[in-house]
């Protein structure tokens, strides 16, 4: 066979593998189309849920009264959207889920509580000072920590080491 022939060959299994792949999408198209369409759907009840729940909380309503509001706000916005056919159930489920994250994020008893007597024991302690040297030697790019004989002559010295700088590619040393 030629290279010519080869690349004929190549052409209609590729040209095959094509039109399988194609058949299998146009059979599945029905399904995947759905499945975005029911997610986009739920995402708007949802959005729209969050926003009615909001609006109808700033009412002086009893709760059953806001529900209601919050159905027809919902109701209102998928007509205006297009959507139809979407369950009572589906609004009302989405109402509730609204309503709990509301709850959950004006909850102010959520947050944790910092404890005020805390056993010594318990503390967290660094386990490397934090000196000027330590300091110097992360802003030079040294990822290595100074030993503890090496942090105790730099405290009994007072000396801090100057840092090099750079500037327009190259290096110029402080003295």
């Not at 708007?44 to 706000?73: C, F, M, P, W």
């Not at 159930?89 to 910092?114: C, F, Q, R, W, Y």
């Not at 100074?146 to 100057?162: C, R």
């Amino acid at each position: 066979m030629t290279i010519k022939d080869w690349i004929y060959l190549g052409i209609t299994v590729a040209s095959y593998i094509i039109a399988i792949i194609a058949g299998i999408y146009a059979k599945n198209k029905a399904k995947i189309n759905k499945a975005t369409a029911v997610g986009k759907t739920l995402d708007v009840v949802g959005q729209l849920a969050t926003y009615a729940v909001h609006e109808t909380e700033s009412l002086d309503l009893e709760n059953e009264q806001k529900r209601q509001a919050a159905v027809q706000i919902i109701n209102q916005g998928l007509s205006w959207f297009g959507i139809k056919d979407v369950t009572p159930n589906t609004v009302n489920g989405a109402i509730e889920k609204a309503v709990n994250a509301m709850h959950l994020a004006n909850d102010e008893s959520a947050e944790p509580e910092i404890a005020k007597d805390v056993p010594a024991d318990q503390l967290m302690k660094p386990t490397v000072e934090n000196t000027a040297e330590t300091q110097t030697k992360a802003a030079a790019g040294k990822t290595e920590t100074a030993d503890k004989d090496e942090q105790q002559s730099f405290a009994n010295n007072g000396q801090l080491a100057k840092p090099e700088r750079q500037t327009d590619n190259e290096v110029v040393k402080n003295d």
